[in-house]
């Protein structure tokens, strides 16, 4: 069966306290995972596409990782202005659609 | 740039009222989605529209109806609206393409009273 299961649900963070949010997925025949993130009533905004184990993309303060089991986003030296829901999708061979994890929720306190 | 537009932002429906909501894009994207999105859940697939004059089930149909007016415009329908449907909608669009993601709107918050 297909999953995707982001940890921690919740993080805090003190201001410039680095961390990774995890993100581990079983689906049959990865075409493409994707990280968003979300504001409190907002829609999910797009951040980063990773297609193959060893990938790693970086935007600012963020940085994408991906292996065969699980993605990585890593934050350096957070801001308070980075406290988010942050979203990991998979999308499967032949598919449109994405499937997602529950999110993990991010503050960081200055 | 509008990107993926929503209507109403917000609504409160009685059980067994109809109402329809709006997604409108300005990317020229050629599929369209609308996922439902609730609290300790991941967003669920509801119906999407791989290309104009194509809909298909996704993941969590039961209780909707979807058209694809035109490439710009997506509605979803709840015909008889139960309390179970409350949740906040989300429409997205893409160009189908494995190197272009999602875009999202805003979202439509539905309470089903």
């Known amino acids: 069966e297909d999953q995707v299961t982001q940890s921690p649900e919740a993080l805090r963070l003190q201001e410039g306290e680095s961390s990774s949010l995890n993100c581990s997925y079983t689906v049959s025949g990865l075409r493409g995972l994707f990280w968003y993130r979300q504001d409190p009533g907002k829609g999910p905004e797009f951040l980063f596409t990773l297609y193959s184990a060893g990938e790693e993309k970086e935007k600012e303060r963020l940085k994408a990782t991906l292996t065969k089991k699980e993605s990585f986003l890593h934050i350096t030296a957070p801001k308070p202005e980075d406290s988010a829901t942050y979203l990991c999708?998979?999308?499967?061979?032949?598919?449109?659609?994405?499937?997602f994890g529950t999110g993990t929720r991010l503050t960081v306190i200055p | 740039n509008a990107g993926v537009t929503q209507t109403p932002k917000f609504q409160v429906l009685k059980t067994g009222q109809s109402m329809t909501l709006q997604c409108a894009q300005d990317m020229n994207h050629n599929s369209m989605y609308w996922y439902r999105q609730d609290p300790g859940m991941g967003l669920r697939l509801i119906y999407y529209s791989a290309s104009e004059g194509t809909t298909d089930k996704g993941e969590v149909p039961n209780g909707y109806n979807v058209s694809r007016l035109n490439k710009r415009e997506f509605s979803l329908r709840l015909e008889s609206a139960a309390p179970s449907q409350t949740s906040v909608y989300f429409c997205a669009s893409d160009r189908r393409r494995s190197d272009q993601p999602q875009h999202f709107g805003d979202g439509t918050r539905l309470s089903i009273l």
């Open positions: 999708a998979v999308q499967k061979t032949g598919a449109n659609n994405l499937f």
